[in-house]
């Protein structure tokens, strides 16, 4: 729903100002971002994953 009006807005979101505004240290801010990061990568993962699982096939196949 936010991310229907910002684009009726044409709003940028600064999520680095929003971690700021909303934790108190610096310490958690870059939890949140390395967990935001893993977040992303573990669903490339899973989207990715039939595309993974044959090219590592294919690896394995070739030194054999």
Not at 25 to 48: P, Q, R
């Amino acid at each position: 729903m936010i991310e229907v009006l910002l684009m009726k807005k044409n709003i940028q979101l600064d999520y680095k100002q929003h971690y700021e505004s909303v934790l108190t240290t610096e310490v958690d801010l870059e939890e949140v971002k390395a967990l935001d990061f893993l977040h992303c990568f573990s669903d490339l993962i899973i989207k990715y994953s039939n595309q993974i699982e044959m090219n590592l096939r294919s690896k394995s196949e070739e030194t054999t």
